[in-house]
């Protein structure tokens, strides 16, 4: 059976990985240190059920030198294998945190569903509500890690046969959603996911969105979205807008279920916009100009993520409509050039580390810095899940001590 997990250099025997996440320590100035606690752990929300519907799968990651040009031949510089697949990548990252995730996926009956299953059940994520297909293939994806511009291609091959609603049954989707703190979809396998969706809704369990790229049923999840998690380009490509701020207000304005959008930007961090419910507006100001001076007042000087918020405004896109609330930006931490090792799952870790900061209430300064920390980690090793921090790693030291006499969800 394919074992998940494995890295080899060249000239070199496979071997299972050996990298744990707990090396991986980030120091952070002392100017920029948070208070900590004596514990040596992050707290673990009481009620801490999380679950998700979405891909998952195997990734084959080779790093070269250089991107290869058409019809050259070159040599991987390492080659690993492990999980991947946005949901199965995001829930993996929160079952490290301390979150109990339950996954729904399709996989086959073959070596590498297998593997995905062993993997995925080591890290605390239970799999048995997924769907395995007696024949086919399981999910897989070709990644090629350029060492020398620090990105990454993808060739995705989806499952075969594709996962149909009738395959969840109405007594297990509502087994699924039971007691669950939120539900999370990455808009793939979009029929089982509406029937999730909805069950969930029906019992007003918040609902986060990954909306990396326009897709056939999305809309319909959005409708019911809490909150959304989005790459750069959707908000334009969904909206129509011109900017992507103006594309988040009107976001808020179509779905007025939705709390907050964020938009991840890579080495830039992010732009969160938050709707607002029970403050009364100072005043009437743009968005894109509200933005520019959220620009200057970010602090650019410190390695560790920080974030900088307006207040309460009525938030004006022109030509779009207002939104009350609050425009939110968030920065990413300043990795050294030596650390940064690939950024595959990058985005699906900030969204594990969304998921329990949702779950432990914490407010937006400390959620914002603390998913960019956990999507730094992840940025320091090969591949979506090697450096994905547990709950005990000193680079969330920071954020070991949280407000329990705020928060009394929270437990040791």
């Known amino acids: 059976m394919l074992s998940l997990n494995t890295t080899t250099t060249p000239n070199a025997t496979p071997f299972r990985s050996t990298l744990s996440s707990s090396s991986l320590s980030i120091t952070l100035p002392h100017s920029t240190r948070l208070k900590m606690s004596s514990s040596n752990s992050l707290p673990i929300p009481e009620n801490r059920i999380v679950v998700g519907l979405g891909s998952a799968?195997?990734?084959?990651?080779?790093?070269?030198?250089?991107?290869?040009?058409?019809?050259?031949?070159?040599?991987?510089?390492?080659?690993?294998?492990?999980?991947?697949?946005?949901?199965?990548?995001?829930?993996t990252c929160a079952a490290r945190l301390?979150?109990?995730?339950?996954?729904?996926?399709?996989?086959?009956?073959?070596?590498?569903?297998?593997?995905?299953?062993?993997?995925?059940?080591?890290?605390?994520?239970?799999?048995s509500f997924f769907v395995v297909a007696k024949d086919g293939n399981s999910p897989f994806t070709y990644i090629i890690v350029d060492d020398q511009t620090k990105t990454r291609t993808c060739i995705h091959t989806p499952g075969n046969p594709s996962m149909k609603p009738d395959e969840l049954s109405q007594s297990s989707v509502q087994s699924l959603v039971e007691g669950a703190r939120i539900a999370y979809f990455d808009g793939r396998l979009h029929e089982s996911a509406w029937l999730v969706a909805q069950e969930a809704a029906r019992k007003n369990i918040p609902?986060?969105?990954?909306?990396?790229?326009?897709?056939?049923?999305?809309?319909?999840?959005?409708?019911?979205?809490?909150?959304?998690?989005?790459?750069?380009?959707?908000?334009?490509a969904w909206s129509g807008a011109q900017s992507v701020p103006n594309a988040m207000v009107s976001m808020?304005?179509?779905?007025?279920?939705?709390?907050?959008?964020?938009?991840?930007?890579?080495?830039?961090?992010?732009?969160m916009l938050e709707r607002s419910v029970n403050e009364t507006p100072s005043k009437e100001v743009d968005v894109e100009s509200l933005l520019e001076s959220l620009k200057q007042k970010k602090d650019g000087t410190t390695?560790?993520?920080?974030?900088?918020?307006?207040?309460?405004?009525?938030?004006?896109?022109?030509?779009?409509?207002?939104?009350?609330?609050?425009?939110?930006?968030g920065t990413a931490e300043k990795i050294p050039p030596s650390e940064l090792i690939d950024s595959t799952g990058a985005?699906?870790?900030?969204?594990?580390?969304?998921?329990?900061?949702?779950?432990?209430?914490?407010?937006?300064?400390?959620?914002?810095?603390?998913?960019?920390?956990v999507a730094g980690a992840c940025c320091r090793a090969l591949g979506a899940r090697t450096g994905l921090p547990h709950r005990t790693n000193p680079c969330l030291s920071p954020f070991f001590e949280l407000d329990r006499q705020t928060n009394p969800s929270l437990v040791k």
Request: charge should be negative; glycine fraction near 8%; aromatic fraction near 6%.
């Open 252 to 271: 808020l304005l179509k779905l007025p279920k939705l709390k907050f959008v964020i938009v991840t930007l890579g080495e830039e961090g992010c732009i």
């Open 347 to 373: 985005g699906d870790s900030f969204i594990g580390a969304v998921l329990y900061a949702l779950c432990a209430k914490m407010p937006v300064e400390k959620m914002l810095p603390f998913a960019a920390l």
């Open 303 to 329: 390695m560790f993520p920080t974030c900088v918020s307006s207040s309460v405004e009525n938030i004006r896109a022109n030509g779009i409509g207002t939104i009350s609330g609050r425009l939110i930006l």
């Open 207 to 236: 609902i986060l969105v990954d909306a990396e790229r326009v897709r056939e049923g999305l809309d319909e999840l959005l409708d019911l979205s809490t909150y959304v998690v989005c790459s750069v380009k959707f908000p334009k």
């Open 57 to 91: 799968g195997v990734d084959f990651l080779a790093t070269v030198s250089s991107f290869p040009k058409p019809d050259d031949k070159i040599r991987s510089t390492s080659l690993k294998v492990q999980g991947g697949g946005n949901a199965a990548n995001a829930l």
């Open 98 to 127: 301390g979150l109990n995730p339950r996954l729904v996926s399709k996989v086959a009956n073959d070596s590498q569903g297998k593997a995905i299953l062993e993997e995925l059940e080591s890290d605390g994520v239970d799999t």
